[in-house]
Protein backbone atom coordinates (compact mmCIF):
# COMPACT_ATOMS: atom_id res chain seq x y z
CA UNK A 1 0.00 0.00 0.00
CA UNK A 2 0.82 3.91 -0.59
CA UNK A 3 -0.26 6.52 1.73
CA UNK A 4 -0.52 9.84 -0.43
CA UNK A 5 -0.91 13.82 1.45
CA UNK A 6 -2.18 16.46 -0.54
CA UNK A 7 -0.93 20.22 0.15
CA UNK A 8 -0.71 23.22 -1.35
CA UNK A 9 -4.58 24.26 -2.23
CA UNK A 10 -6.42 27.45 -1.24
CA UNK A 11 -8.07 30.56 -2.33
CA UNK A 12 -6.69 32.20 -5.51
CA UNK A 13 -8.59 35.04 -7.36
CA UNK A 14 -9.28 34.25 -11.26
CA UNK A 15 -6.42 34.36 -13.91
CA UNK A 16 -4.08 33.08 -10.69
CA UNK A 17 -2.02 30.07 -10.13
CA UNK A 18 -1.64 27.54 -7.72
CA UNK A 19 1.06 24.50 -7.16
CA UNK A 20 -0.49 21.14 -5.31
CA UNK A 21 1.83 18.89 -4.32
CA UNK A 22 1.24 15.26 -3.25
CA UNK A 23 4.09 13.28 -1.45
CA UNK A 24 3.33 8.84 -1.82
CA UNK A 25 4.84 6.92 1.85
CA UNK A 26 6.92 4.61 -1.21
CA UNK A 27 9.01 4.99 -4.14
CA UNK A 28 6.76 5.75 -7.11
CA UNK A 29 8.95 5.72 -10.15
CA UNK A 30 8.48 2.52 -12.19
CA UNK A 31 5.75 1.33 -9.50
CA UNK A 32 2.74 3.85 -9.33
CA UNK A 33 0.74 5.70 -12.08
CA UNK A 34 -0.37 8.95 -10.36
CA UNK A 35 -3.18 11.21 -11.11
CA UNK A 36 -4.85 13.83 -9.84
CA UNK A 37 -8.86 13.68 -9.58
CA UNK A 38 -11.22 16.51 -8.21
CA UNK A 39 -14.92 16.69 -6.67
CA UNK A 40 -17.44 19.29 -6.08
CA UNK A 41 -19.65 18.58 -3.73
CA UNK A 42 -22.96 16.34 -5.21
CA UNK A 43 -21.11 15.75 -8.50
CA UNK A 44 -19.00 12.72 -9.05
CA UNK A 45 -15.34 12.60 -8.93
CA UNK A 46 -13.76 13.60 -12.22
CA UNK A 47 -10.37 13.05 -13.89
CA UNK A 48 -7.74 16.24 -14.32
CA UNK A 49 -4.54 14.45 -15.03
CA UNK A 50 -1.87 11.44 -14.86
CA UNK A 51 1.07 10.77 -15.09
CA UNK A 52 2.92 7.12 -15.68
CA UNK A 53 4.90 5.43 -13.39
CA UNK A 54 8.03 5.90 -15.59
CA UNK A 55 7.17 9.69 -16.11
CA UNK A 56 7.33 9.66 -19.79
CA UNK A 57 3.67 10.32 -20.13
CA UNK A 58 1.13 12.75 -19.04
CA UNK A 59 -2.56 12.94 -19.64
CA UNK A 60 -5.13 15.96 -19.00
CA UNK A 61 -8.97 16.26 -19.08
CA UNK A 62 -10.06 18.65 -21.65
CA UNK A 63 -10.88 21.26 -19.58
CA UNK A 64 -7.38 21.74 -18.01
CA UNK A 65 -5.51 21.29 -21.10
CA UNK A 66 -2.99 24.20 -21.49
CA UNK A 67 -3.58 25.33 -17.98
CA UNK A 68 -2.72 22.63 -15.76
CA UNK A 69 0.90 20.74 -15.57
CA UNK A 70 1.47 17.30 -14.18
CA UNK A 71 5.13 16.60 -12.76
CA UNK A 72 7.25 14.64 -9.96
CA UNK A 73 9.66 14.57 -9.09
CA UNK A 74 11.17 10.76 -8.32
CA UNK A 75 13.66 11.65 -5.54
CA UNK A 76 11.17 12.88 -3.14
CA UNK A 77 8.04 10.60 -4.05
CA UNK A 78 6.06 13.34 -4.93
CA UNK A 79 3.71 15.03 -7.96
CA UNK A 80 2.59 18.36 -8.82
CA UNK A 81 0.03 20.15 -10.24
CA UNK A 82 0.65 23.77 -11.54
CA UNK A 83 -2.41 25.36 -12.03
CA UNK A 84 -2.13 28.21 -14.35
CA UNK A 85 -4.99 30.82 -15.57
CA UNK A 86 -7.26 29.57 -12.89
CA UNK A 87 -11.14 29.76 -13.39
CA UNK A 88 -14.35 29.50 -10.60
CA UNK A 89 -14.99 27.10 -12.37
CA UNK A 90 -11.80 25.00 -10.89
CA UNK A 91 -13.01 25.42 -7.80
CA UNK A 92 -13.17 21.63 -6.16
CA UNK A 93 -11.48 19.36 -3.70
CA UNK A 94 -8.51 18.12 -5.29
CA UNK A 95 -7.09 14.57 -4.75
CA UNK A 96 -4.29 13.03 -4.98
CA UNK A 97 -4.56 9.00 -6.58
CA UNK A 98 -1.70 6.22 -6.97
CA UNK A 99 -2.23 3.14 -8.40
CA UNK A 100 0.12 0.25 -9.61
CA UNK A 101 1.84 0.80 -12.55
CA UNK A 102 -0.44 -0.99 -15.55
CA UNK A 103 -1.36 0.06 -19.48
CA UNK A 104 -5.40 0.24 -19.39
CA UNK A 105 -6.25 3.65 -19.11
CA UNK A 106 -4.80 5.81 -17.21
CA UNK A 107 -8.80 7.64 -16.74
CA UNK A 108 -9.90 5.30 -14.02
CA UNK A 109 -8.34 2.18 -12.33
CA UNK A 110 -7.00 4.08 -9.11
CA UNK A 111 -6.75 2.34 -5.91
CA UNK A 112 -5.06 4.93 -3.35
CA UNK A 113 -6.41 8.08 -2.24
CA UNK A 114 -4.89 11.35 -0.39
CA UNK A 115 -7.51 13.13 2.03
CA UNK A 116 -7.78 15.77 -0.59
CA UNK A 117 -6.95 19.46 -0.90
CA UNK A 118 -9.38 22.29 -1.31
CA UNK A 119 -9.05 25.06 -3.63
CA UNK A 120 -10.91 27.65 -4.20
CA UNK A 121 -11.25 30.53 -7.57
CA UNK A 122 -12.75 34.09 -6.74
CA UNK A 123 -14.10 35.63 -9.80
Known amino acids: QVQLVESGGGLVQAGGSLRLSCAASRRIDRTYDMGWFRQIPGTEREFVSA????????YYADSVKGRFTISRDSAKNTIYLQMNSLKPEDTAVYYC????????????????WGQGTQVTVSS
Open 97 to 112: AARTARTSSYYAGYDY
Open 51 to 58: ITSTGYRT
